[in-house]
């Protein structure tokens, strides 16, 4: 499984949080394909200007693993 995880603010290097759907939950992903067409889709210009500017990235896609009981934290 994979989420999405956007930072706001480039000075704040702490200030990651995950990214949600209309309906607040958490945005999730089986295959990391799909989730980075979805962060690409939902912050284009972010994603555009990582790929072309030197700096700090402001978006990323994290690996999630289920727990023992097959859950997700």
Sequence with gaps: MFK???QEDENDPQ???D???PDGK???FEKESEARAKL???YPILVKMERYAAGSKRTR???MFKDEEGELP
């Design 4 to 6: 999405l995880q956007v």
């Design 15 to 17: 200030a990651w949080h």
């Design 19 to 21: 990214v949600k759907g």
């Design 26 to 28: 958490l945005l999730t």
């Design 40 to 42: 690409e889709q939902l």
């Design 61 to 63: 896609v994290i690996s």
